[in-house]
Structures are given as C-alpha cells and as structure tokens.
C-alpha cells in the first residue's frame, strides 16, 4: 500500500495493487470535502468522509502473481 501524508490536505488517498489486476483507491477526508464525489466520477462511491473506487492496473504496473502459494512462502525461518 503507498500513501503521501500532506498535513494540511483536505483528503488522503491509498491504494493497494490486487491479484486480480485492479488498482485498489481508499479515500478519506475530514472538514468539508466531499471524497465521494471522486469515487463517483470512477463510478464507484462511499460517504462523503470515506469512499473507494478501483482501476485497472497498466501493462507496467501489472505483475501477475500466483493464485495459490505454496506454504513455504509463509514460512518466517529461514532455509538451512
């Protein structure tokens, strides 16, 4: 997941990227911006404080990943 803080931003968006290609966006504000008439323009929506919407990832970004991992890759110790 990746987030840029401004302090004094009116709302915060971040996303995280998932398995099946799309681009996850989370959106939150405080005060008077509505988030949710971002989301809406995705055709997505939410609260006016908090909303999300998705978008297809591009060529570059996408790397496809697995369906199923072996356990192994859960494993925390290391390999001998």
Known sequence: MKSVVLY?????????DR?????????RSREDFDV???AKSFGNGGHARAAGFETP????????????????????????
Do not use: C, M, N
């Open 8 to 16: 004094h931003a009116k709302f915060a968006a971040s996303y995280f």
């Open 57 to 80: 990832l591009s060529e570059e970004d996408y790397v496809p990943k697995p369906r199923f991992l072996p356990k192994t890759a859960f494993d925390p110790t290391p390999e001998p």
């Open 19 to 27: 398995l099946d290609g799309q681009r996850q966006w989370s959106l």
């Open 36 to 38: 949710s008439e971002i």
